[in-house]
């Protein structure tokens, strides 16, 4: 069971909008930056978001993060086929000294 | 550009010990904290360890500690992992990646391929 909570789930249409939450506790986001990964089908993770809302270099501004309190928010808009993939939401726990990763959350584009 | 290539892999016995190598280039190697991150086949990503660019600094999770053992070799711009007393449900896809700063601040801005660890008999 993991740290941070994330919907096992999303899915959405074409050029819809689709948001994946991560919840967690005052040891981890309420204190620590949250940063966001996308890994698609056999590939390595790749980060699209650092310090709760700020893009990587190469991401496109359809990828969007937001933090309040225990919870973050990745944002996508204009969904597209290739963002398919898994989302994870990582964070620094400050109890357990630890990197902490949300479960993952599978995006289907419909 | 940044490269990080991931070797070691295998299958080995319950109990048994491996070492994985991460063998960095494209970058300054010494000016950057580095992790090791691992995924069970069909799971979700699991932090192992972390390295400060000078090796003084080291956290592990709560399930490898006391059998993991993360370092670095600034000379060789290699990282490695020694994973001793192996158990099943270490068996994993092996990661590692780079934090964006000497000291971690516990993102990751690059990754490699990884390698497979598979502890069976």
């Known amino acids: 069971q993991s740290v941070l909570t994330q919907p096992p789930s999303v899915s959405a249409a074409p050029g819809q909008k689709v948001t994946i939450s991560c919840s967690g506790s005052s040891s981890n986001i309420d204190n620590n930056y949250v940063s966001w990964y996308q890994q698609l089908p056999g590939t390595a993770p790749k980060l699209l978001i650092y310090d709760n809302n700020k893009r990587f270099s190469g991401i496109p501004d359809r990828f969007s993060g937001s933090k309040s309190g225990t919870s973050a928010t990745l944002g996508i808009t204009g969904l597209q086929t290739g963002d398919e993939a898994d989302y994870y939401c990582?964070?620094?726990?400050?109890?357990?000294?630890?990197?902490?990763f949300g479960g993952g959350t599978k995006l289907t584009v419909l | 550009q940044v490269q990080l290539v991931e070797s070691g892999g295998g299958v080995v016995q319950p109990g048994k010990s491996l070492r994985l190598s991460c063998a960095a280039s494209?970058?300054?190697?010494?000016?950057?904290?580095m992790h090791w991150v691992r995924q069970a086949p069909g799971k979700g990503l699991d932090w192992v360890a972390v390295?400060?660019?000078?090796?003084?600094?080291?956290y592990y999770a709560d399930s490898v500690r006391g059998r993991f053992s993360i370092s670095r070799d600034n000379s060789k711009n290699t990282l490695y992992l020694e994973m001793n007393s192996l158990r099943a449900e270490d068996t994993s896809v092996y990661y590692c990646?780079?934090?964006?700063?000497?000291?971690?601040?516990?993102?990751?801005?690059?990754w490699g391929q990884g390698t497979l660890v598979t502890v069976s008999s």
């Open positions: 494209g970058f300054t190697f010494t000016s950057y904290a």
């Open positions: 990646a780079r934090d964006p700063t000497p000291i971690p601040r516990h993102y990751f801005d690059s």
């Open positions: 990582v964070t620094w726990d400050s109890s357990l000294s630890a990197v902490v």
């Open positions: 390295i400060s660019y000078d090796g003084d600094d080291k």
